[in-house]
C-alpha cells in the first residue's frame, strides 16, 4: 500500500476502493490523525452516508471490519470529521477546530451496546454476541457500558495506515475523536487500543529509531504520596477530574507520556508518575 498525489493504492489487490465525498473544504497540510468509530450497519452504508451533501459530514476514509479501506477524500484536503474541537498537548499548547489539521479515519464499528437478557443490540436494531461485547469504562466516564469490539484485521489495518500516512506526512499526534471534543463524542471507545497504539506507532518507534532504550512503566502501580491529583491531560494544566487519589490507592497503569501515567481506577485518567510506585500484591 502506498499514497500516490495523497490517494492510497494497493497494486492487485481489492483492498482500496476509491469513492467521493462532496463533503470537504479547501487543501491542508495535516499533522494530525483522528481515530474515529461509524456507529453504523456496515462500511459500505457508513460510506453512503458520509457521501451524502445532506449529512455534511465525511471523513477521509473508512476501514471495514475485514481491513477494506474505503477513500472518500484525498489526504491534502479537508474532511469534515472533528466538528467542534479542542486539546491541550502536554506542552501547553491548545489547537481548535482539528478539520483544518488532520487526516480522518473512521472504523466499522456500532459502538454503544444495550444488553437485554443474554442481547446485545445496537441502536439501529441489529443484535450481536457476547464474544463480540466488551463491558469496559470509558476514559470521559465513571460507569462501564457495553461496546462493539474491534476486529484484529482492522486494529491492523488501522495501524498500517497510520505508519503509512506518518511517513509521508511527517504526522505529530494520533488523537480520538473523544479527546477533541470530551464530553460531546465517545468514539472510538474502551474496544479500540488507542493508548496502546499511538504508544507503539510514535513513541516507541521514535525512541527506537534515535537509538535510545524504551521506557518500560509498571503495569500496577500503587500511590506513593498522601494525595495525587487525576486529570484529564498528562500534565499540569489538564483539568482536575475527580477526588484526589490517596496514599496507598492501587491502580492499573494503562501508558505513559513525558512522566504522566494514564491510570485507571474508577474511571482513567493521568497521575504524575514520581508518585505511583509498583504495587507488589
Not at 80 to 109: L, V
Not at 234 to 255: C, D, F, M, Y
Request: aromatic share 8%; proline share 5%.
Amino acid at each position: 500500500m502506498k499514497v500516490v498525489n495523497h490517494v492510497l493504492h494497493a497494486e492487485g489487490s481489492e483492498r482500496i476502493i476509491h469513492s467521493e465525498s462532496p463533503n470537504r473544504s479547501g487543501p491542508m497540510s495535516p499533522d494530525t490523525i483522528i481515530i474515529h468509530y461509524t456507529s453504523g450497519r456496515d462500511a459500505e452504508s457508513s460510506v453512503e452516508s458520509l457521501s451524502d451533501p445532506n449529512v455534511k459530514a465525511s471523513a477521509h476514509v473508512v476501514i471495514a471490519r475485514d481491513g477494506r479501506i474505503f477513500q472518500l477524500i484525498p489526504f491534502n484536503i479537508i474532511a469534515w470529521h472533528a466538528g467542534q474541537s479542542s486539546y491541550r498537548f502536554a506542552d501547553g499548547t491548545m489547537r481548535e477546530g482539528f478539520n483544518r489539521f488532520s487526516i480522518g479515519i473512521e472504523i466499522d464499528n456500532a459502538g454503544i451496546l444495550t444488553k437485554s437478557g443474554n442481547v446485545y443490540s445496537a441502536w439501529f436494531g441489529r443484535t450481536y454476541e457476547e464474544k463480540d461485547v466488551l463491558k469496559a469504562i470509558h476514559r470521559n466516564e465513571r460507569t462501564p457500558r457495553f461496546w462493539h469490539r474491534f476486529t484484529e484485521t482492522q486494529i491492523a489495518a488501522v495501524e498500517e495506515l497510520c505508519r503509512l500516512l506518518i511517513k509521508e506526512y511527517n504526522i505529530k499526534h494520533i488523537l480520538g475523536h473523544e479527546e477533541i471534543s470530551p464530553g460531546r463524542k465517545v468514539d472510538p471507545g474502551p474496544a479500540f487500543p488507542l493508548d496502546k497504539l499511538r504508544d507503539r506507532i510514535l513513541k516507541q518507534d521514535r525512541k527506537t529509531n534515535e537509538g535510545n532504550l524504551i521506557i518500560n512503566f509498571p503495569s500496577n502501580g500503587v500511590v506513593t504520596t498522601n494525595k495525587l491529583n487525576i486529570r484529564s491531560d498528562p500534565n499540569e494544566l489538564g483539568e482536575k477530574i475527580a477526588r484526589p487519589l490517596l496514599q496507598g490507592t492501587r491502580v492499573r497503569v494503562l501508558s505513559e507520556a513525558n512522566g504522566w501515567y494514564r491510570v485507571a481506577v474508577e474511571i482513567e485518567g493521568w497521575v504524575a508518575g514520581k508518585y505511583v510506585g509498583v504495587d507488589q500484591v
